[in-house]
């Protein structure tokens, strides 16, 4: 279970990027943030695996005070919280095998990893996942020579191999087309469910966002101004996360949401 308290991120003397949130997410929930660009999604899921450090508040993952942690204690805590990115982020030159071991970086040694004398415990897991997620005949080709959809498989077995408590995924389908995406969506979907794994998806595609996940987040300006079901996110919510453009004190970009899908 994450459960985020009164989280406030100031970057420098700016004003604060998150203004107090308060989330709780337990089982397998798989939550959607959405939000304008610059509403605060990216620091907020910085914040829990600290990337960026939080101003102030509390996030704690089953019992454990994450904002607290230093040296080894955090490397220790942040096998626990596996990461998608938009871009992927993998090493293009090294095989898919070699990025999905690359999840185990935080618990093998460094001998183990530079000899690349992975425990054979880990080189199953790998290949259990890579199967699951229908990426294993890829084993031994290069990252790069994979589509965007194979590739951000490759990022999610990657990220699974951690064996994390808890899943975030920041815009994960942004760089992908609409029918990857949702296959993407789906395969976190069914992944949270067979591993128990709560999930937080940045994920600016409205539309998306409710077809495939079972709660949605609002943000708006560092604040979260909406959390409920998909059925429960009408266009009054929509309006209240991205309208206002019109309006001269209102400082949110241009998000040009049509139809729900920006
Ligand atoms: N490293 C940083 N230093 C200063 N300001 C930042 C930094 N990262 C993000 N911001 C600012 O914080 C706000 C929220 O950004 P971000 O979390 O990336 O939003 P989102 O992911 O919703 O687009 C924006 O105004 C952005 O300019
Ligand atoms: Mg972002």
């Known amino acids: 279970m994450l459960e985020i308290s009164n989280l406030v991120k100031r970057y420098g003397k700016d004003d604060a990027v998150l203004k107090g949130l308060n989330l709780s997410v337990t089982g397998s929930e798989v939550v959607s943030i959405v939000g304008a660009s610059g509403a605060g999604k990216s620091t907020m899921l910085r914040c829990i695996n600290r990337l960026v450090e939080p101003t102030s508040g509390s996030i704690t993952l089953n019992g454990l005070e994450l904002t607290q942690l230093r040296g080894a204690a955090l490397r220790k805590a942040r096998r626990k919280i596996g990461m998608v990115f938009q871009g992927f982020n993998l090493i293009d030159r090294l095989s898919v095998m070699e990025n999905v071991l690359a999840g185990r970086l935080g618990y093998v040694s460094l001998f183990q990893a530079v000899s690349r ?4 415990e880990d080189i199953e897991r790998a290949f259990y996942l890579m199967d699951r997620v229908g990426i294993a005949h890829y084993a031994n080709k290069r990252a790069d020579e994979l589509s965007g959809g194979e590739r951000q498989r490759v990022g999610v077995v990657r990220a699974l191999m951690q064996n994390p408590e808890i899943l975030l995924a920041d815009e994960p389908t942004a760089s992908l087309d609409p029918k990857t995406s949702e296959q993407i969506m789906v395969l976190l979907q069914g992944l949270a469910s067979e591993m128990s794994l709560p999930v937080l998806i940045n994920i600016h595609n409205v539309a998306q966002a409710k077809a495939y996940t079972d709660r949605i987040v609002g943000l708006r300006h560092g604040q979260m101004i909406f959390d409920g079901g998909p059925s429960d996110f009408n266009s ?9 453009i019109e309006n001269p004190d209102d400082d949110g970009q241009d998000i040009s949401v049509s139809g729900g899908v920006a």
């Open 236 to 244: 009054d919510a929509l309006d209240a996360i991205y309208g206002g």
């Open 117 to 120: 004398r992975y425990p054979q």
